[in-house]
């Protein structure tokens, strides 16, 4: 512990609790107090006890232990940025190549950056070129790190036989190695340093996929759960249940659709229609006015042919009107038929 007033120790001999204390003490009441909020119960302990014992530090000591927490914030910066191998450079610049390892080193050890975090800056056509030849299992692999608004346009663009594999794989994915981890990002990025957790890292699984198909395009969505019902009917039916699709506003109570066709467009719930089974166009038909019901059938009737594309484009738009609201708490999804919906 640093107790008296002698010239400073390396901070290499101080531990991470007794580095923390130093710099609670340095940094004053006011402001470690906001610190303070952000940590765990068993944390505050172990650093108020510290902070207890430390009877005295001198001022090179806090200097230095300052100026380490600086470049860590600075490195975690420009990982976020731009990736490591953009904070790896910009710390070289300033600090030089052996403190910038050693600072990467020690954020990567301590903070757990996220894995393929290099890659979640990359624009989604750009990546996939570099991962479409790749095995089903390493794209679900790394699609299951990234956005997924990033890995909706991916999955998206992948073959039409491969989206479901990939999606079904995602779903099913439970614990990955860290070594596989380290070989794929190795792979993808070969000037990249090791960021792999030690322990196992959990990714994938149902949410996961879930939220990527509430994201892609209708078409793509329809194919991959069709696929899975029939090689995984069980999976699938997981899947619906947590996930809205236009045939789902059956699940609707009639006061949340009502709630929903004041949002709509007309000419959209013509064309949404037109392509729907009879029991959502009676659930939707019985809330609304007769003298709207016999407005959209008569366009409807009028309106001839319609492309699948545009039927299925006008449905989700309805979609996400029905996810909007329901984000806002305006009406209530109930799922897998579950309690009964509270508007």
């Known amino acids: 512990m640093a107790n008296s007033s002698s010239p400073a120790k390396s901070l290499d001999e101080y531990n991470g609790v007794q580095k923390s204390a130093i710099l609670m003490i340095a940094l004053g009441p006011e402001r470690s107090s906001k610190l303070f909020e952000h940590l765990k119960e068993e944390e505050i302990e172990a650093l108020t006890l510290e902070i207890a014992n430390t009877k005295s530090v001198d001022q090179e000591t806090k200097d230095a232990v300052i100026d380490e927490f600086y470049q860590l914030c600075l490195a975690q910066q420009y990982i976020a940025e731009g990736g490591i191998g953009y904070a790896k450079e910009l710390l070289e610049k300033a600090l030089g190549n052996d403190r910038a390892v050693d600072v990467i080193g ?9 894995p393929f975090e290099f890659v979640r800056k990359v624009d989604p056509s750009q990546l996939l070129n570099f991962i479409q030849d790749e095995h089903p299992q390493t794209i679900a692999l ?20 491969k989206q479901a594999d990939v999606a079904k794989r995602i779903a ?33 699984g149902v949410d996961a996929v879930v ?30 249940k947590k996930m809205f699709v236009f045939e789902d506003i059956l699940l609707l ?17 013509a064309v949404a229609l037109k392509g729907s089974v009879e029991n959502v166009q ?13 407005m959209i059938k008569e366009d409807m009737e009028y309106m001839g042919p319609v492309r699948m594309k545009d039927v299925e484009e006008s ?29």
């Open 142 to 161: 790394i699609l299951s790190y990234l956005a997924s608004s990033q890995s909706a346009q991916i999955i998206g663009a992948l073959p039409p036989d």
């Open 106 to 114: 020690r954020l990567t050890a301590s903070l757990q950056v996220r």
């Open 282 to 294: 009676e659930a939707i038909f019985r809330n609304m006015s007769s003298r709207l019901v016999d």
């Open 315 to 343: 449905q989700q738009k309805i979609v996400n009107i029905i996810r909007k609201l329901e984000d806002t708490g305006e009406i209530i999804i109930s799922r897998g038929g579950g309690d009964d919906i509270v508007v």
């Open 253 to 269: 109570d009639d006061k949340s659709i009502q709630r929903v066709l004041r949002e709509v467009e007309n000419s959209d719930l």
């Open 172 to 204: 099913m994915m439970d614990r990955t190695s860290p070594d596989v981890i380290q070989e794929v990002e190795r792979v993808l990025e070969k000037k990249l340093a090791s960021l792999a957790n030690q322990d196992f890292t959990i990714a994938g």
């Open 211 to 240: 939220e990527i198909l509430n994201t892609v395009d209708r078409a793509t969505e329809k194919h991959i759960l069709e696929t899975l019902e029939i090689e995984e009917p069980e999976l699938a039916d997981e899947i619906r």
